[in-house]
């Protein structure tokens, strides 16, 4: 069955440093893969999405992720985070069979100044 | 574009009560998910819509829950005899056709306490 997995939990950063939060998934075709984000009490925005094409993609708010086939991971990075980065972070990939989105558990980024 | 909209943003009830979440989508989208949502989880899907008819509904989604788009604009989700394991976030999202095509654009939820 098509999963997703995110192992951080929970990650802190300064603000200004660099991030990467990791995601893998398993899925028997070419996934469709997606980044979403969400702050407290609201409902999910729309980072970035791989489809096909180029491995690097580029999302908003500075954000961009790796489609890494090898090691079935899309991992998503930003070189300088901003206070209102922080949020929760979700990975997500299409099962296209059923044609719905499959979520992780999600990682909550802290931003410290 | 007005965004998705849900209402209402908050509920709480009684075990055993009757509640009813109501959602409008964007209005040229043609489909419509209800996702749910447990604290520390990722939305877990429930069910969908294009245009008014139902394609599929989740495991997830018991008896006691059921959910209409009658004029393929708006949705309710039912649940019928609430229990203390519905308490979450109920999440709706519209996309214009399908979720690998376009992207889904969610509603802030409403969130739901059965006490």
């Known amino acids: 069955a098509q999963s997703v997995t995110q192992p951080d939990i929970h990650i802190t950063v300064s603000e200004g440093a660099s991030l990467e939060l990791r995601c893998n998934y398993s899925?028997?075709?070419?996934?469709?893969l997606f980044w979403y984000v969400q702050s407290p009490g609201q409902g999910l925005q729309l980072l970035l999405k791989?489809?096909?094409?180029?491995?690097l993609v580029q999302g908003i708010k500075g954000f961009e992720a790796e489609f890494k086939r090898s090691q079935s991971s899309f991992n998503l990075r930003k070189p300088s985070v901003h206070w209102s980065d922080a949020a929760e972070y979700f990975c997500?990939?299409?099962?296209?069979?059923?044609?719905?989105?499959?979520f992780g558990t999600g990682t909550r980024l802290q931003v410290f100044p | 574009d007005t965004g998705v909209s849900q209402n209402p943003r908050h509920k709480i009830t009684k075990r055993g009560q009757n509640v009813t979440f109501r959602c409008d989508p964007i209005?040229?989208?043609?489909?419509l998910y209800w996702y749910r949502q447990t604290l520390g989880q990722g939305p877990e899907f429930l069910t969908y819509?294009?245009?008014?008819?139902?394609?599929?509904k989740s495991r997830l989604l018991s008896d006691r829950f059921s959910a209409e788009r009658p004029k393929g604009s708006f949705s309710t989700l039912e649940i019928q005899r609430t229990e203390q394991g519905d308490s979450a976030m109920y999440l709706c999202?519209?996309?214009?056709?399908?979720?690998?095509?376009?992207?889904?654009?969610f509603g802030n939820g409403t969130r739901l306490t059965v006490t």
């Open positions: 997500a990939v299409a099962d296209l069979d059923t044609d719905k989105l499959i």
């Open positions: 899925y028997g075709a070419t996934p469709y």
């Open positions: 791989y489809f096909s094409g180029d491995t």
């Open positions: 999202a519209s996309s214009l056709d399908g979720t690998y095509n376009s992207p889904l654009h």
């Open positions: 819509f294009q245009n008014e008819a139902q394609l599929e």
């Open positions: 209005s040229e989208h043609n489909r």
